[in-house]
């Protein structure tokens, strides 16, 4: 405990001489911190690294006469800006956990799953038992449930909102405060047992889309777009919630930062091409009185440590790009729940900014693919084909069909498949509660090595980083229904309940440390 606290006001100190705030006592009372002044940094022209097809927008601000004689024509904003949220370090607590856990993580991977409403233990199970409004973050050995770790408890309305780095030691978690005092982005530091708010924001959702913070490989950093006055930036901070930097501020919409693995690089979307600005009276500014806030964007990347940005390609996404290694970035175009007849899957080099399309030579695996999931060494991708056929399909990214599967049917969207750690199996199972099959797992020939018959169905499949442990959720719909996290052997065998002994409901977050 000393060491905490020892910690806790190194933490103190830091964060409050990096943000220039009065010094505000230790204790969970809200504190009311200055907000911080981002200094923008000189906006990049992103680099075409194809030939693209810029759209021309051709709205221009218009000068509104004012009765107020001035020496120059100042365009009236033809839309309110919003406040922008400033980073604070305040609401600090100790986590009750275990001193030694982060030790642990660090060599063994642990199951990370979230409960909620956990019941009454001790009671009637046939009774039924009141809601306990609480949700609990656990961390679980794939060999022992009865040494899981409560990590967190929050209120059930935070909504399992938890992001965890990959290390398993930093935890960013939105909290509800019914109260509204202490409501806001926090996170919890394992290595030092220190948690506090670092940004004091209402919800995750800004401008209309949930906007997720993003774990820097090593858990030191997090990245996440917010809303600013006429637009989204993306902003970096560090964990202790000292030194926050926005990285895209020109004035356009930009969401979905990722990581690359080795923590240089974050590729993004952004909607810059389209709209430069959102800002009234910036050339070609895009008017919100008149245009709709954009759906998707461009996929373009950015160094970290430069903020030198790079156009990687000028399709238009709707979804989150995904990097392969240090240099491949995969991404789709094409929505059809918006109606687009084409779902296409992509991937760019950012070395050579070269993207390429990943599709079969002879055309056969039609016009929307969809749930793709590439193979460790980026080689060869699964992906569902939804057409006039309904198929599972293996290719290489020079489009040359590996193998394919027709037993397996999936409704669109509704499938996950996950690859071992050394790229000799694939696990494949369904979402969100659309569970059809048992425990299955296929092959590099898209041959069954297991084929299980519900109970259990297999929903979010996912191996252990060292390849040892196939984790999943499954229902017993015979029983009552309920979803359950169950740990089998790399082949799907010698499933295990996990979690029968808890009573809410539970959401797998999936493997942490190790």
Do not use: H
Not at 114 to 139: C, F, H, I, K, S
Not at 227 to 247: E, H
């Amino acid at each position: 405990m000393l060491r905490r606290f020892l910690y806790l006001l190194l933490f103190f100190s830091a964060s409050c001489g990096a943000l220039s705030a009065p010094t505000p006592p230790p204790t969970n009372t809200p504190t009311n911190t200055p907000t911080v002044t981002q200094t923008p940094s000189p906006t990049l022209s992103p680099t075409p690294a194809l030939p693209t097809s810029t759209p021309t927008n051709t709205s221009t601000p218009t000068d509104t006469p004012t009765n107020t004689p001035t020496p120059t024509i100042t365009p009236t904003p033809f839309n309110t800006p919003e406040p922008t949220i400033g980073f604070v370090f305040d609401n600090w607590q100790l986590a009750d956990v275990p001193t030694d856990l982060a030790r642990r993580l660090a060599d063994t991977s642990y199951v990370a799953f979230v409960n909620q409403n956990d019941r009454d233990g001790v009671g009637d199970v046939r009774t039924p038992q009141p809601a306990t409004n609480v949700e609990t973050l656990y961390y679980m050995p794939p060999t022992n449930s009865a040494g899981r770790v409560a990590i967190l408890q929050l209120p059930s309305s935070s909504e399992n909102e938890v992001y965890i780095s990959a290390s398993g030691t930093s935890i960013a978690y939105f909290l509800q405060d019914s109260g509204g005092q202490k409501t806001g982005l926090y996170v919890l530091d394992l290595e030092t047992g220190i948690g506090g708010r670092i940004l004091p924001v209402n919800s995750l959702v800004q401008r209309g889309r949930v906007s997720e913070p993003a774990w820097s490989p090593d858990g030191a950093q997090l990245a996440m777009a917010l809303a600013t006055g006429y637009d989204m930036d993306i902003f970096v901070i560090n964990k202790d919630g000292t030194g926050p930097r926005n990285l895209t501020p020109d004035g356009a919409y930009e969401f979905w930062p990722v990581w690359s693995p080795d923590g240089r690089y974050i590729v993004f979307v952004s909607d810059r091409l389209l709209c430069p600005s959102w800002i009234p009276g910036d050339e070609n500014a895009c008017d919100a009185n008149t245009q709709p806030a954009p759906n998707g964007g461009n996929v373009f990347v950015t160094e970290v440590a430069t903020g030198q940005t790079t156009l990687l390609s000028d399709q238009w996404v709707t979804e989150p790009p995904r990097w392969l290694n240090n240099s491949i970035v995969t991404f789709a175009s094409g929505d059809p729940t918006l109606g687009d007849p084409e779902r296409t899957i992509w991937f760019a080099d950012t070395t050579t900014g070269q993207a390429r399309e990943v599709r079969l030579l002879d055309g056969s695996d039609g016009p929307i693919r969809l749930s793709e999931a590439w193979s460790p060494d980026g080689a060869s991708v699964l992906y569902q084909s939804a057409g006039t056929t309904s198929e599972l399909i293996l290719a290489n990214a020079n489009g040359a069909a590996l193998a394919n599967n027709t037993a397996l049917l999936f409704p669109r969207f509704g499938m996950v498949a996950a690859w071992s750690p050394d790229g000799t199996r694939v696990a494949i199972g369904g979402v969100n509660g659309q569970c059809p099959y048992g425990v299955t797992v296929l092959d590099t020939n898209l041959n069954f090595v297991a084929r299980g018959t519900p109970p259990p169905s297999m929903c979010d499949p996912a191996y252990s980083p060292d390849g040892r442990f196939l984790v999943f959720t499954g229902v017993i719909p015979n029983v009552d229904g309920r979803v359950d996290v169950y740990i089998a052997g790399v082949n799907g065998f010698g499933a295990v309940n996990m979690t029968g002994g808890l009573r809410g409901t539970i959401t797998l977050l999936g493997w942490v440390g190790g």
